[in-house]
């Protein structure tokens, strides 16, 4: 496994999230309401992002918020980062959880098998101590 070394040119995640919610919300101030903050803490957190990328996000002027094509990619790839985050942190949490014991499902043989134990397969890396009884 290779270390992986955050460097000070990297950006916070929390600068991410603060672009992601401007495209949602399609304004710098509907997206600081949303957040809580005010519309000069989401320019500063967007202008932080921008020097530390090297790039303009967004064509701005008084009535229209648009994204710039390099605003566009960086969107796509931020929302893989905090899609990744959230499941970083999901699994993290995942094992603490103790989980143990039986499941008795009511389901045809049909549904049974083609849903109800392919979803549990997909928590089977995290869960140990249970018995899924489909009758």
């Not at 499941?87 to 959880?97: D, G």
């Amino acid at each position: 496994m290779s270390v992986v070394r955050i460097g000070k040119e990297w950006p916070l995640i929390e600068d991410l999230h603060v672009f992601l919610t401007i495209i949602y919300a399609k304004s710098f101030s509907k997206a600081a309401q949303e957040m809580g903050v005010s519309p000069a803490y989401i320019s500063k957190r967007i202008k932080i992002l921008e020097e530390k990328l090297g790039i303009k996000l967004f064509h701005r002027d008084t009535r229209h918020l648009t994204l710039t094509e390099d605003g566009k990619n960086i969107a796509r790839k931020a929302t893989q980062v905090l899609d990744d985050m959230d499941c970083l942190l999901t699994e993290a949490k995942i094992p603490q959880k103790k989980i143990s014991g039986s499941i008795n499902i009511c389901a045809s043989f049909g549904f049974g098998i083609s849903h109800v134990s392919k979803s549990f397969l997909n928590y089977q890396g995290y869960i140990h101590n249970l018995t899924l009884n489909c009758i």
